[in-house]
């Protein structure tokens, strides 16, 4: 999160969002404190970043960066000392308090450059409690010309004393037809059903096409749809994909419990590797798939709360799941 200056705003339908935070700065209401609340894979760290850039550039055009200032200067080569970045030391884990604490000294010391002192966070709900309350002090008692940007995926899981002390810049999914143009735009033909697997997030879409992950994702349809017909035993799936990202193993369920419950209620269409799954499926009754998506719900939720999971178990509470589920058809 830090390097090249960053087109402003950077995707195009951030254009609202960047307007509003461009408008407090001409309108002199800046706060000393945003929230830019939005999914994965939107780019929602990207605007986060811009907004700080554009914050430390000393002699700003219109509304983007010179690139060429001081303050430029020293964001382009990552040792901006009025720049602070938070994020957790390890992907996936939590942002920790001695992290949060380095906050005070620089919100206490004087912007070097003369401007504006900058602390982007992200994703806010990563903190813990102890870390949440330590920033909770800063956010309360700002000093001088000191803007913390909180990035925030899930806003239901950040404390309401920080949601309250900040502005919320809300970012929606783009429109399917702007984010498949963006997919055209860098090289992405024809991307309908990719962007639908990644529910509708362009960026996401694109680091899965990049990463192979749709062959991944195939591969585990495909493993499921041998379940579903008895050809694997559930445990041998389990143990082959015990180190999957388990968020991406409940996503593809429910997208599986999706299509076979949408094909109950209307013939609509698919990507071609479910046919397996639907065929294998065709007489399970809705309310039993009803069922499992509430339970699938319910992992989820689980999921995204507790930080001390044990994947390899986790898969395979999942895959029993799916196992006895598919058993209902007979
Ligand atoms: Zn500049």
Same mark, same amino acid.
């Given at each position: 999160m830090s390097g090249?200056?960053?087109p402003?705003?950077p995707y195009?339908?951030?254009?609202?969002?960047?307007n @509003?935070?461009y408008e407090?700065? &001409? %309108?002199?209401?800046?706060?000393?404190?945003?929230m &830019?609340?939005g999914?994965?894979?939107?780019? &929602?760290?990207? #605007? =986060?970043m811009?907004m700080?850039q !554009? $914050?430390?550039c000393?002699s700003?055009?219109?509304?983007?960066?010179?690139?060429?200032?001081?303050g430029c200067?020293l964001?382009q080569?990552?040792?901006?000392?009025?720049l602070?970045?938070?994020?957790?030391e390890?992907?996936?884990?939590?942002i920790?308090?001695d992290q949060?604490?380095?906050?005070g @000294?620089?919100?206490?010391q004087?912007?070097?450059q003369?401007g504006?002192? &900058?602390?982007? $966070?992200?994703?806010t709900?990563?903190m813990?409690i102890n870390?949440?309350?330590?920033?909770l002090?800063?956010?309360?008692?700002p000093?001088?010309?000191?803007?913390?940007?909180l990035?925030?995926n899930?806003?239901?899981?950040?404390?309401p004393?920080?949601? +309250?002390?900040?502005?919320?810049?809300s970012?929606?999914?783009?429109?399917s037809?702007?984010a498949l143009?963006w997919?055209?735009?860098i090289g992405?033909?024809d991307a309908?059903?990719?962007?639908e697997?990644a529910?509708g =997030?362009p960026?996401?879409a694109?680091q899965w096409?990049e990463?192979?992950?749709?062959?991944?994702?195939?591969?585990?349809?495909?493993g499921l749809a041998?379940i579903?017909d008895?050809?694997?035993?559930? #445990?041998v799936?389990a143990k082959k994909?015990?180190? !999957?990202?388990p #968020?991406?193993?409940v %996503?593809i369920?429910?997208?599986c419990?999706?299509i076979l419950i949408?094909?109950k209620?209307a @013939?609509q269409?698919?990507a @071609?590797y479910y +046919?397996?799954?639907v065929? =294998?499926?065709?007489?399970c009754?809705?309310q039993?798939?009803?069922?499992?998506?509430e339970r699938?719900?319910?992992q989820?939720? !689980?999921l $995204?709360? +507790?930080?001390?999971?044990?994947p390899?178990?986790?898969?395979?509470?999942?895959t029993l799941?799916?196992?006895?589920?598919t058993?209902?058809?007979?």
């Open positions: 090249a200056i960053l402003m705003p195009e339908w951030q254009k609202p969002q960047w @509003d935070f407090r700065i &001409v %309108n002199d209401t800046l706060p000393h404190a945003f &830019v609340v999914q994965e894979g939107i780019g &929602v760290d990207a #605007l =986060a811009a700080g !554009y $914050l430390l000393l700003p055009l219109k509304n983007v960066a010179c690139g060429r200032c001081r200067q964001m080569s990552e040792t901006h000392p009025d602070l970045i938070l994020t957790p390890e992907k996936g884990k939590q920790k308090v949060i604490r380095k906050t @000294d620089f919100v206490n004087t912007a070097q003369g504006y002192k &900058v602390v982007v $966070l992200s994703p709900e990563a813990n870390a949440a309350n330590a920033l002090k800063n956010l309360e008692e000093a001088g010309k000191t803007v913390f940007i990035v925030a899930q806003l239901n899981q950040v404390l004393t920080i949601r +309250s002390r900040c502005a919320k810049i970012l929606t999914l783009p429109s037809k702007d143009a997919l055209s735009s992405i033909d309908e059903d990719l962007l697997e529910m =997030a960026i996401l694109k096409c990463g192979g992950i749709m062959e991944e994702r195939r591969d585990f349809v495909r041998q579903a008895r050809a694997i035993e559930p #445990l799936f994909w015990s180190n !999957y990202d #968020l991406m193993m %996503n369920l429910m997208r419990v999706d949408k094909q209620m @013939d269409g698919f @071609d +046919s397996s799954i065929r =294998a499926l065709e007489a009754p809705t039993i798939l009803f069922r499992m998506r699938l719900c319910e989820k939720s !689980y $995204l709360a +507790s930080a001390n999971l044990n390899a178990l986790f898969v395979e509470e999942l799941d799916w196992h006895a589920l058993n209902t058809r007979r």
